[in-house]
């Protein structure tokens, strides 16, 4: 499965050779890069400005647009995949007659004694700082997951929107203003 996978990624490589295709080319690497596939868009984007240093604010816009669109889809990722736990949740009961629910409060309370106060002041602070922390899902690890959490928390998907391309939009300006001027 994986090295099927590796073909297929390879195959649209090639198949959206920069020279030949371009800004189509930027946009779908940037979108996949931007789901949970690990892939890097910024060499694609340096490499296409190296060649055409002239389209610098076009090809930082394609990008900025297929990596935000991307993170919709980690968000819509998130978001659907806590609605169908909750459903299950509501719909399933284990053998002994114990809701899922009554299941998990009883693991909150055993977790409390052993550190459930961290992971309750992390889960406030994330949902205090709202879309906010969405200007952070440039980052190469935690940025993808981001995206993803801030479904699953169901927070308000514009403003979701809206900072998520301003990070990435600061990312694609400065990376490749930085890898352009060294190299």
Request: net charge positive; charged share 15%; aromatic share 14%.
């Amino acid at each position: 499965m994986e090295n099927e996978m590796m073909g297929a990624v390879q195959w649209l490589l090639q198949t959206l050779a920069l020279p030949a295709v371009g800004l189509p080319a930027i946009f779908l690497i940037a979108l996949v890069s931007a789901t949970l596939l690990p892939m890097g868009s910024e060499p694609a984007v340096f490499a296409y400005l190296k060649l055409s240093p002239d389209m610098f604010w076009a090809a930082v816009l394609v990008a900025t647009a297929g990596n935000t669109i991307g993170g919709v889809v980690s968000y819509y990722m998130g978001y659907w995949a806590k609605k169908g736990v909750d459903h299950w949740k509501k719909t399933h009961q284990f053998a002994d007659g114990q809701s899922p629910a009554a299941r998990l409060q009883e693991r909150r309370r055993k977790q409390q004694k052993l550190g459930g106060t961290y992971f309750r002041k992390l889960a406030v602070y994330l949902r205090k700082m709202g879309p906010w922390a969405l200007l952070f899902s440039w980052l190469p690890i935690v940025g993808d997951p981001l995206c993803s959490v801030a479904g699953w928390m169901k927070l308000r998907l514009l403003p979701c929107i809206f900072y998520m391309a301003i990070g990435k939009f600061v990312r694609y300006v400065l990376m490749t203003a930085v890898l352009l001027r060294l190299f």
